[in-house]
């Protein structure tokens, strides 16, 4: 799958005004879904990334590859 933060990347660069340092695009596996808990109206995601390293994601902020 193929995860993109909606707002907090943006926030991030808005404030800091630097050049992205990190992908704005993150590509990796789900490993769970957080099913107990609801957010925004939405399950949580958890995705191994191909660089090691586990985000979480909101449903909409994922696609399938």
């Given amino acids: 799958m193929k995860g993109r933060y909606d707002y907090s990347d943006h926030l991030y660069y808005t ?23 609801y957010y925004f109206g939405e399950y949580i995601y958890t995705v191994l990334c191909i660089d090691g390293n586990k985000r979480f994601f909101l449903e909409d902020e994922i696609t399938p590859l």
């Fill in 15 to 37: 404030i800091f005004e630097e050049l992205p340092v990190r992908t704005p695009q993150h590509i990796g596996v789900v490993v769970s879904i957080d099913t107990e808990m």
